[in-house]
């Protein structure tokens, strides 16, 4: 077909003016709104007759339940239901084995598991009346050390034994040899994920038995098939709306308030609103796994490694959640981004009756990169090496192969990222003891030193993690997008179940749209069920995955938009192009107004996105291509130790990080930002102290985390190395720094001390002993 071009009217703008495409940095369209406080996150959520609900804990470690009278709770003025395990019509739930009941069912088997609800009009009453309810308990033997778990005499936590999973990973000669040999033990412990936003939600029951749940969380679809287990409810019946999100970083994946919540609202007809407080909180949610790890590595008097073995052993707590995975990820990534020709890794994870442990920003390459980067530091103080040079001998480059044997198929800038970091100016020196700010001291304004006793101190590392989900998992997302003429201008409706966490997946959804559509107005759908599933905010996936899934789909739209054109001008569709408002032709002439060929209609598609497909490792050697895509950072972090107080200032905290694509170049530098605090938190103060399976500390007065005042200064250098494998070559971004910043400081406070620290979070009487 062709056909002379007709004259239109140019439309008021076209693509040329767009504002916001990918590689630009538009403000996010939530920013404003939270920075004034007035975003509504989970826990502002409101309802016209709303009452609410608690949640009764076990105050035992592991025990019997013998009893549950819940007559005086019933009894008290304004309750209006308390339900036990009795009350729950369906199944267990859990993220990937269902062993976690909704109400605890004849045990407890952790500090906090939740044993009863209450709801009541009003939230002190609840409370009240929960403490009114008798449950007898007969203590039970417990086991809360993880290699004691694996002892034969152990104490069982579940009937089917305390071993979730075990993955080897042998690669290479079995008998290795080498002439320098260097070992360690190192523990990692829990660490929180310590979001602002509490856990809360809604639950609002429909006349048909059916209930709509409004919640803060990072998987709507899990959430939704888990609920749908424990309530014996089809999923058209159970239906979930994303409420704002206070922050995530992996502890929103598993349930907490959902089901409790859902029960109440059904069982009383009447809306239910929960929200823990903090302390509830630290009990409500999954946390990092505590790991102890033992590791060897052998290398030449060159510096090249030989071997590595490695035991690493994750405490995944009293349910399952998401250790299975952890332990996978720990064992294929456990050793690093380097080349390693002869490999023995055993990675456990195991049951005990501590807290349940489970998604947390690094995802089981957090712990690891504590003890692979302890030991290259100790291999290059052995042999003389600079401690960068030794990491750029060993480290990967595209076209090697890592641990699984899984070819590295793009950038891999191992070298290349080091050289940025040591290259960076260093901070100044300390001003003399005369001459002194007291905020750039360790302690502060306790003004426990002037300088006296501090040494300065500077660490590298460098270490990579995987992108998406792994091993065979079905990793998809699912994106509609609707473009139309409103008010005279095109609009976009972009629609995913994608949880926006604080992360900015809606602004890069938007930058998306005009990218591929040249269409400046595009309005972001709330989050909820009645798409298909876009899989977890986690895994640094969703700018990949569902990025993907909304390119593919406006890519649809466009190309029925230009067939309708093509029909309506007698043009073929691959001489058009959309261009915003316009059709034009390639020679660029303008050949009809997108209001012409759409009228009152509207372009509706409906694309499930899928990445490269990944596969479970051989379970006898580990080998096979368990990952989608890898991304590598490195740090270099410049510490001030109080050799007497042992108390730490980080001065410097310098990164370099590939991320492919910046599709939001600001959001990329707060992604690394806020990664890097978390790992320097975890090497420094955060630890949840769990003794005899009891946390001791679950407040922000006692769990610590890294302030304004903690952070120093960054230097951050990006690079944008395509994957020609990802839409637009992006990388994830969110977790690598996570991984890389704790080692370097660890590793900056070894050198000013001369200690071997073997364990974080490093401690003052960890640096003032001996």
């Known amino acids: 077909m062709t056909s002379t071009p007709t004259k239109v009217p140019a439309a008021p703008s076209d693509t040329a003016s767009l504002r916001g495409r990918i590689g630009d940095s538009p403000l996010r369209p939530d920013g404003t709104l939270k920075v004034q406080g007035e975003f509504a996150f989970g826990s502002d959520l409101w309802a016209d007759e709303m009452i609410w609900g608690v949640t009764l804990r076990s105050p035992h470690v592991h025990a019997r339940i013998v009893s549950i009278d819940v007559g005086p709770a019933l009894a008290t003025s304004g309750v209006y239901a308390v ?76 009937g089917s034994g305390n071993l979730l999973r075990h993955l080897k990973i042998r690669r290479g000669d079995p008998d290795p040899v080498a002439p320098l040999v260097v070992s360690l033990d190192f523990e990692v412990g829990m660490q929180d994920q310590a979001f602002l936003g509490p856990e809360s939600g809604l639950a609002v029951p429909d006349d048909a038995g059916g209930i709509d749940l409004y919640v803060a969380t990072q998987w709507l679809h899990a959430d939704q098939r888990q609920i749908c287990q424990a309530l014996g409810l089809p999923p058209e019946k159970v239906r979930l709306t994303l409420a704002g999100v206070g922050g995530a970083f992996g502890g929103r994946e598993d349930l907490s308030i959902h089901v409790h919540a859902c029960l109440l609202a059904l069982r009383t007809g009447k809306p239910i609103k929960m929200v823990y407080n903090r302390e509830e909180s630290f009990f409500g949610h999954v946390h990092r796994h ?355 107080l042992g108390l730490v200032k980080v001065v410097a905290l310098d990164t370099a990080q590939d991320v492919g694509k910046a599709i939001n170049p600001d959001a990329v530098v707060g992604q690394i930002q806020g990664g890097s605090a978390q790992g320097m938190g975890l090497a420094l103060m955060e630890e949840i102290i769990v003794t005899g399976g009891r946390v001791l500390n679950p407040s922000f007065t006692d769990y610590l985390i890294p302030t304004i005042l903690d952070m120093p200064p960054m230097r951050i250098k990006v690079l944008e190395y395509a994957d020609p494998h990802a839409p637009y070559g992006v990388r994830g971004v969110g977790e690598p720094p996570t991984i890389s910043s704790g080692p370097a400081v660890a590793a900056a406070i070894r050198q000013a001390t001369g200690k071997a620290l073997r364990r974080v979070p490093i401690r003052p009487e960890h640096i003032t002993e001996g």
């Open 83 to 158: 339900l036990t395990a009795e009350d729950v019509p369906g199944g267990n739930v859990g993220l990937e084995h269902a062993d976690q009941p909704v109400l605890a069912t004849g045990v407890v088997r952790y500090h906090g598991e939740p044993v009863a609800l209450v709801a009541a009009d009003h939230p002190e009453i609840a409370r009240q009346a929960a403490k009114k309810i008798r449950v007898v308990y007969e203590e039970l033997p417990a086991v809360t050390d993880g290699r004691r778990a694996l002892e034969p005499d152990a104490p069982q936590v579940h």
């Open 290 to 644: 505590p790991a102890s790890l033992r590791y060897e590595f052998g290398a030449g008097h060159d510096g090249l490694l030989h071997y590595a073995k490695a035991e690493l052993l994750f405490d995944g707590g009293a349910y399952a959640s998401s250790t299975a995975a952890v332990v996978g990820n720990g064992g294929t990534l456990g050793l690093g981004p380097y080349n390693i020709p002869n490999v023995q890794v055993d990675s456990y994870g195991v049951y005990t009756n501590n807290p349940p442990c489970g998604a947390m920003r690094g995802f089981g390459c957090v712990q690891a990169a504590f003890a692979h980067e302890a030991l290259m530091d100790e291999l290059a103080d052995r042999l003389a090496m600079s401690r960068v040079a030794i990491r750029q001998l060993n480290g990967m480059r595209e076209g090697d192969r890592n641990i699984t044997g899984q070819l590295i198929d793009s950038a891999a800038p191992v070298a290349e990222l080091l050289q940025l970091v040591q290259d960076m100016p260093l901070p100044a020196e300390r001003l003399s003891e005369d001459e002194f700010d007291l905020l750039s001291l360790p302690g502060g304004v306790s003004n426990t030193t002037h300088g006296e006793g501090v040494v300065r101190g500077i660490g590298y590392a460098v270490t990579y993690k995987n992108v998406g989900f792994s091993e065979g998992f079905d990793d998809y997302s699912t994106a509609r997008v609707r473009l139309e003429i409103t008010a005279d201008e095109p609009t976009v409706t972009v629609h995913t179940a994608a949880a926006e966490v604080g992360q900015g997946l809606i602004t890069v959804e938007q930058q998306i749209c005009r990218t591929e559509l040249g269409v400046q107005r595009v309005v972001v759908h709330p989050r909820d069920t009645q798409v298909g599933s876009a899989g977890s905010t986690s895994a640094s996936r969703q700018t990949y995955v569902t990025g993907g899934a909304v390119k593919a789909a406006c890519e649809a739209v466009r190309a029925k938009v230009l067939e309708r054109a093509s029909t309506m001008l007698d043009i073929e569709p691959s001489e058009l192009v959309l261009d915003g408002a316009r059709i034009v032709s390639i020679t660029g002439a303008v050949v009809a107004s997108l209001q012409d060929v759409l009228g009152t209609d509207a372009v509706d598609e409906t694309v499930k996105w899928s990445h490269r497909p990944t596969y479970p490792v051989d379970p006898e050697t580990g080998q096979g291509d368990a990952h989608v895509q890898y991304a590598f950072s490195a740090h270099r972090a410049v510490v001030d130790v109080d050799t007497e």
